[in-house]
Nanobody
């Protein structure tokens, strides 16, 4: 089974950018659907974006379209989230997640779909 470890979070000013990384081990991401979720204090976990195949179509939440972009490098077994024009409401713990591709026909932003999770990385957007 795959293990996931996020990195790249931190404190950034409004309008700034961060690249979050998720390193996978134990299995090849090419066999998994992958996604990013986030959870702000006092709120439910929210799906941001998912990717069924390395160069396939993505599914993204309306709140982040054009600002947060998912990508994956199966060769290095890495998942990324490029975040641009960050806003204070983007402050949250960000998680990468994965599920075996054989489980579904396409990825969804539904957290119960995903069997494997990283420990999370904190992103704080503040001046």
């Amino acid at each position: 089974q795959v293990q996931l470890v996020e990195s790249g979070g931190g404190l950034v000013q409004p309008g700034g950018s961060l690249t979050l990384s998720c390193a996978a081990s134990g299995a090849s991401l090419s066999n998994y659907f992958t996604a990013w979720f986030r959870q702000a204090p006092g709120k439910d976990r929210e799906g941001i974006s998912c990717l069924s195949r390395s160069h396939g179509e993505t599914v993204s939440a309306d709140s982040v379209k054009g600002r947060l972009t998912i990508s994956r490098d199966d060769g290095s077994n890495m998942l990324y989230l490029q975040t641009n024009n960050l806003k204070p409401e983007d402050t949250a713990v960000y998680y990468c997640a994965a599920v075996k591709a054989s489980s579904f026909t396409e990825c969804r932003l539904v957290d119960r779909d995903y069997a494997y999770w990283g420990q999370g990385t904190q992103v704080t957007v503040s001046s």
